[in-house]
């Protein structure tokens, strides 16, 4: 069965070019032209990943993502012209599991679709039944087979590189990981100076982890070396 893709951009020559590429490697392809269309398609049908633009009419890439994060987590990879920090921290805050910059080469962008969706539906099924999968801190509860988060058995929704982060952290108790460190293992890419990345999805892990546990830290700030979860 093929994995359908979504992807959103109100440019009909990106769609075009995408759906033509994204086909070429076997996934199938879903079109919309603006935010409104892309909730309406996700409530409906069985989506695996969604292309976002985030420069778009009626509704934008980022409002769309917050909308669509609100009640699921599918793996977004988010596009937009500009180049800016700012603007794919924006992207990342809004739940975004990847950021690409316009013009890109449509050859990287399917392989971040590869990837994606790998980590997201592959990968954690291969050791289904292990229990070293499962990894309990105090009342969190960290379930790698079926990459899920809970405290007390309510679910936290967490986006997938927020996921292996918060893993990565927790099977590796005590040990000081650096933001070139973590960037490198979780992305798989070279890490560069200025790049607010992982800064950014610390922050959104802490608030999602904190809030359902009454304001408990889990994660620990190293100052000047890097991030860890104590033993």
Not at 109 to 128: D, G, S
Not at 199 to 217: A, P
């Amino acid at each position: 069965m093929k994995n359908t893709i979504l992807v959103v951009d109100d440019e009909a020559e990106i769609r075009n070019l995408l759906g033509i590429y994204l086909s070429n490697e076997g996934y199938e392809v879903i079109k919309a032209s603006n935010g409104e269309e892309a909730i309406e398609i996700v409530n409906s049908k069985d989506i695996k990943l969604i292309v976002l633009d985030v420069m778009m009419p009626k509704m934008d890439g980022i409002e769309t993502c917050k909308r669509i994060r609100e009640k699921m987590n599918i793996p977004i990879l988010m596009l937009s012209a500009k180049s800016e920090d700012m603007d794919k921290i924006q992207g990342i805050m809004t739940g975004a599991d990847d950021y690409i910059t316009k013009p890109f080469n449509p050859l990287e962008l399917t392989v971040r679709v590869k990837a994606l969706l790998r980590r997201a539906y592959y990968f954690n099924h291969r050791e289904e039944n292990s229990r070293d999968n499962i990894i309990t801190i105090e009342s969190l509860k960290i379930d790698k087979s079926k990459h899920i988060v809970t405290v007390d058995d309510g679910e936290i929704q967490l986006t997938s590189r927020e996921f292996d982060i918060l893993y990565l952290l927790a099977s590796n108790r005590g040990r000081v990981f650096s933001t070139e460190e973590i960037f490198s293992k979780v992305w798989k890419e070279q890490y560069y100076q200025s790049n607010n990345t992982v800064m950014v999805h610390m922050s959104r892990i802490r608030d999602k982890i904190e809030k359902h546990m009454k304001g408990s830290k889990v994660i620990h700030t190293v100052w000047g070396v890097g991030y860890k979860i104590e033993k």
